[in-house]
């Protein structure tokens, strides 16, 4: 590219390592940085500490050249004329996030200034941490005029981040002065500008060098605020419809009817209109919890936002509930659970309602025999296998013998089932599915009874409407 950027990435998680290769991908010089030795040896070995769709390819393309990895925090950050900040901020007991790593690499980066820096926040931080960021900047020293401090939120979905990240809906900056807004200006230009669109390498998507990346530039305190809120929002919409999918099944409406109808109305949309176990993953619940407790500071009841997290718990004791209707005890049952990970295409388990839902399962004494495409290893350092917790190598070997099988994640793999193989299988015909993956008149067509969730139940040989249950 004609004008690239030396950058530096600190932190090679989701976020950071994503940010890296793509950066590479622009075009950039980019060297991420990590403080755990072991990772960056996988790392420099062209190994993928993480299951994300188009890194290995991205890594073997631009690992060694295009983007290095260092455990040397101080060196990255002189070569660089941008720093990414992309660190943990975990949850902290009062719902605040936890900016302690934060604090203590903007105190290595001020030890290692030598020339104007623009540091940049990509981790998901509360409003006026760029406020933060100038004041520990000062403590140690460094001259005003020696940096700018930029919000640059990331916008990724697991599964898809690369994808989010090089064909994104809109990149925003927060910048309060304007030297620093041309330093980003220049690291996005491939992307608002199309000519990464335009390489014969480049990974296709729905942008284009006609229609190119779109990109926002505000104040740092505004750009902070729409990373929680957007989050916020999407949580809101999962909240709703699964509050909506309650109603429906106490009527028998069918949610599936509802959210399309919904989603059709251009003010609305479809997207998040899946009504299941609920929301989970690195970002919505800790987003959704920090953003509360900024509006608390502040002054502001945000009442709602306490409404979006009960009803998001709620959901995964309605889901229980099914499995133990369906089934009327739950002592001594074996069952099957497909999907650990919080969502599909993904191994991350952090806040997956599916862990959760097989923690209940156990407690009130069933057995469960699980398999994930990809979480199973992170899956067994949480749920270790146990007389009551096993993992099978495959879909089939999991639902040999339940008692029922259950749907927790939405992987495709999990959406096209051999029905047939899967009646043979199983000791009941049962299938409790908390992603509605199928439609229940063909789990009934292929002899199964189906409990799914914001629709009426699909009972094999059975004559009449079920009488509800009540335990």
Excluded at 163 to 171: E, G, N, Q, Y
Excluded at 285 to 302: E, I, L, N, R
Excluded at 354 to 368: C, E, H, N, Y
């Amino acid at each position: 590219m004609a004008n690239p950027v030396s950058i530096c990435i600190i932190g090679s998680g989701y976020v950071g390592l994503v940010a890296a290769v793509c950066f590479a991908e622009m075009g950039h010089q980019v060297t991420c940085v990590d403080n755990d030795e072991a990772k960056v040896r996988l790392l420099r070995e062209g190994g993928v500490p993480i299951y994300e769709e188009h890194l290995p390819e991205l890594l073997v393309r631009h690992g060694g050249k295009g983007v290095v990895f260092t455990t040397d925090l101080s060196e990255a950050v002189k070569r660089s004329e941008a720093i990414f900040i992309a660190v943990g901020t975990p949850q902290g007991d009062t719902g605040a996030a936890d900016l302690s790593f934060v604090e203590a690499v903007v105190s290595e980066i001020a030890r290692a200034v030598n020339g104007y820096k623009v540091i940049v926040e990509k981790s998901t931080v509360p409003v006026y941490t760029n406020e933060w960021i100038h004041r520990v900047m000062h403590r140690h020293g460094v001259d005003p005029q020696g940096f700018d401090v930029v919000s640059n939120p990331e916008f990724l979905r697991e599964g898809t981040a690369v994808m989010d990240f090089l064909h994104p809906d809109r990149i925003v900056v927060g910048a309060n002065t304007e030297r620093a807004a041309q330093v980003l200006r220049r690291i996005y230009e491939p992307l608002t500008g199309g000519s990464y669109y335009a390489q014969p390498l480049a990974l296709q998507g729905m942008c284009t060098p006609a229609a190119p990346a779109r990109l926002l530039v505000t104040s740092a305190q505004s750009s902070e605020i729409i990373k929680h809120a957007s989050n916020a929002f999407l949580a809101l919409k999962i909240s709703f419809i699964n509050a909506v999918a309650n109603l429906a099944e106490a009527v028998d409406a069918d949610i599936e009817d509802i959210a399309a109808g919904m989603g059709m109305d251009n003010r609305i949309g479809p997207r998040f209109l899946r009504a299941g176990l609920g929301y989970g993953g690195s970002c919505f619940p800790k987003d959704v919890a920090a953003f509360h407790w900024v509006a608390q500071q502040q002054g502001v009841d945000f009442q709602l936002l306490n409404e979006v997290r009960k009803i998001n718990e709620t959901q995964k004791e309605v889901f229980f509930n099914k499995v133990r209707a369906a089934l009327w005890t739950l002592r001594g049952k074996r069952l099957a659970a497909l999907g650990l990970a919080f969502k599909g295409d993904t191994d991350d388990i952090r806040e997956s309602p599916a862990i959760d839902v097989i923690r209940k399962l156990i407690d009130a004494g069933a057995s469960v025999s699980a398999y994930d495409p990809a979480a199973m290893e992170r899956a067994q350092a949480v749920l270790p296998t146990s007389e009551k917790m096993s993992y099978a190598s495959g879909i089939y070997e999991a639902a040999k013998d339940a008692d029922a099988v259950l749907i927790l994640t939405d992987w495709k793999a999990f959406a096209t089932l051999d029905l047939v193989r899967l009646n043979q299988l199983v000791r009941f015909p049962i299938v409790i599915d908390g992603r509605n993956l199928y439609k229940p008149q063909v789990m009934l067509d292929h002899g199964f009874t189906y409990v799914s969730v914001g629709r009426p139940a699909s009972y094999q040989a059975q004559q009449g409407k079920p009488r509800k249950m009540i335990f």
